[in-house]
């Protein structure tokens, strides 16, 4: 499933290379649970230099979905909202520079059950 989703994120006009490729744009990313909300979560990362940035995300065999782009600061927090219960999803930080694209590892993320 990993492979996929870094496949699918690989395509279209990157002209920074293939994914997961080290141009430094995105350092360190990590997911959490939203203690005010069991149906997102809260990615927190470190930008260097990008101008804006967003999270992309996948389940199962779902379709790639993304959060809007977000003006960025050094160290930076985007909430993806609207996931569905007890679900796995695998998460990934698009950043850009101008015409750069860098993006983060894939972190997978479990949101918790609203029962």
Known sequence: MLAAIAQ???CGDDPSGPAGSANG???EF???PNE???LSAIATYQANGA???RVVYSWGEGELRATPYAQ???GSRIVVLGLRP???YQMQVEAWSGRVLGRSGVQTFTT???L
């Open 51 to 53: 101008d804006s940035t």
């Open 72 to 74: 960025t600061d050094a």
């Open 86 to 88: 007890s679900t796995t």
């Open 8 to 10: 699918l994120l690989a």
């Open 36 to 38: 005010n909300n069991v």
């Open 30 to 32: 990590a997911l959490a």
């Open 25 to 27: 744009l995105v350092g």
């Open 112 to 114: 918790g059950s609203i």
